[in-house]
């Protein structure tokens, strides 16, 4: 079973509207979830991560997630999309029962149109 | 945030050669190096995972004789791909960790075409 997926190849959105990213995870124990952006030809950039506590993570860019225990969720929300915004977002956790390494999601590309 | 450099950002070498690319914690001690590779609007396969000092332990089917991966000191580490082919090419990702960090933080990235 995939432990990471964004069932979502591809999200458009309208800039100034709110966007989601969707992530869905399967592990066992208590699993550290991060969101990462890639822009083209480059690495990938940190956004945020749960790891405990508040289930509402915010991060950098005005980005935020949800952390759902009961739907194993953890979506990527922003209230107000950019343009610059679109880029390719990867969902991943961290979690003993794959030695303690990232897994990531398959990506969902976010374009933001003006 | 951390920063973890890459260098080369791109190289072209000829089939049969060698090439390394060199990874760089610059701002923090990196005791946990990844080095991944990625495919064209594909996610990200690890490869490798490095601890300073000791051997890296290789991902099930990545060659360990084809890529080498050096992790010296606590921030820098190297992979070298070893005889390269075509089918090499690729976008080469370095990662690192700090010993008591949750956050791993992610080089920009190197691109090889091997011709």
């Known amino acids: 079973a995939q432990s990471v997926a964004q069932p979502e190849d591809q999200v458009n959105v309208a800039e100034g509207n709110p966007l989601t990213v969707k992530c869905t995870y399967s592990v066992s124990g208590n699993p550290y979830l991060f969101w990462y952006v890639q822009y083209p030809n480059r690495g990938l950039q940190f956004l945020l991560k749960y790891i405990t506590g508040d289930n509402l993570v915010k991060g950098s860019y005005g980005f935020e997630a949800e952390f759902n225990k009961s739907q194993t969720s953890f979506h990527l929300k922003k209230p107000s999309a950019l343009v610059s915004d679109s880029a390719l977002y990867f969902c991943?956790?961290?979690?003993?029962?794959?030695?303690?390494?990232?897994?990531f999601g398959a990506g969902t590309i976010l374009r933001v149109k003006s | 945030g951390a920063v973890v450099s890459q260098h080369p950002s791109w190289v072209i070498c000829k089939s049969g050669t060698s090439v390394k690319i060199e990874c760089r914690s610059l701002?923090?001690?990196?005791?946990?190096m990844f080095w991944y590779r990625q495919f064209p609007k594909q996610s990200l396969m690890l490869m490798a995972t490095s601890n300073e000092g000791s051997k890296a332990t290789y991902e099930q089917g990545v060659e360990k004789d084809k890529f080498l991966i050096n992790h010296a000191s606590l921030t820098l580490s190297t992979l070298t791909v070893t005889s390269a082919h075509p089918e090499d090419s690729s976008f080469y990702i370095c990662?690192?960790?700090?010993?008591?960090?949750?956050?791993?933080?992610f080089g920009p990235g190197t691109r090889l075409t091997v011709t």
């Open positions: 990662s690192a960790r700090g010993r008591l960090a949750y956050e791993q933080y």
């Open positions: 991943a956790v961290r979690t003993m029962e794959y030695g303690n390494k990232l897994v």
């Open positions: 701002d923090f001690q990196a005791t946990t």
